[in-house]
């Protein structure tokens, strides 16, 4: 079974600056998706990002980019030019590319403090 | 708006009550999941259900159980509540269509239980 590990209970950053969010899986599969989802306090699940685990290149949302290290079984999320409304949760998750088993595999998740 | 909808919003009930909650998935999505967060905790996979057929378990309690009908809407029982049942529950629908391998969840608002 797949597992996600986030080790980084809370963060804080300053508005403007730069904030990196970390997150470790495990896996023997060679093939799969990784996620990050915001869950803000009005609890709604938002997809932030998304990485395709045999595209080498990491993926780039606007102020959102990913490191993924698939050797490492690495995948960190940066936050560049911080804002307010980047304040809330952040999940890592899991999911498999074979049909029947991909309901997502979550971390415990970040909170992330914006400070102005 | 996701195009998720699930109902109700809020629930609060008493221990040893019986609960349904409801899911509408996203026009022509043929997969339902069902997610369980507790308190500022990843989400845990509960079960999924295709076109409706069971295809996947999770960590379900035997006192729990889903359907998803004809329609597609799918509904989640909880029954004999105890309080440590208190928590948000997300539907999330896909397409999932066979040798499709990206096919991205969207997430409903959540329905937040309150056992009493």
């Known amino acids: 079974a797949q597992t996600v590990t986030q080790s980084q209970p809370e963060m804080s950053v300053q508005e403007a600056e730069t904030v990196t969010l970390s997150c470790t899986y495990d896996t023997s599969e060679s093939d799969y998706y990784l996620f990050w989802y915001k869950q803000p306090p009005s609890r709604q699940m938002i997809l932030v990002i998304r990485?395709?685990?045999?595209?080498?290149q990491n993926a780039t949302e606007n102020r959102f980019s990913v490191n993924f290290q698939k050797a490492a079984k690495s995948f960190s999320l940066k936050i560049s030019d911080s804002q307010l409304g980047d304040a809330a949760m952040y999940f890592c998750a899991y999911r498999t590319i074979y049909t029947g088993r991909r309901a997502l595999t979550f971390g415990s998740g970040t909170r992330l403090q914006v400070q102005p | 708006d996701s195009g998720v909808t699930q109902t109700p919003k809020h629930l609060i009930t008493a221990t040893g009550q019986r609960v349904t909650l409801r899911c509408s998935p996203r026009?022509?999505?043929?997969?339902v999941y069902w997610y369980q967060q507790s308190l500022d905790q990843g989400l845990q996979f509960l079960i999924q259900y295709y076109n409706g057929e069971e295809r996947a378990k999770g960590n379900i309690l035997e006192r729990f159980s889903a359907q998803q009908f004809p329609d597609l809407h799918s509904e989640l029982n909880l029954s004999s509540l105890e309080l440590g049942d208190s928590a948000l529950y997300f539907c999330?629908?896909?397409?999932?269509?066979?040798?499709?391998?990206?096919?991205?969840?969207?997430f409903g608002q959540g329905t937040r239980l309150t056992v009493v």
């Open positions: 990485q395709e685990a045999y595209k080498q």
């Open positions: 026009s022509g999505d043929l997969s």
């Open positions: 999330a629908s896909s397409v999932d269509g066979f040798g499709q391998r990206n096919t991205e969840a969207f």
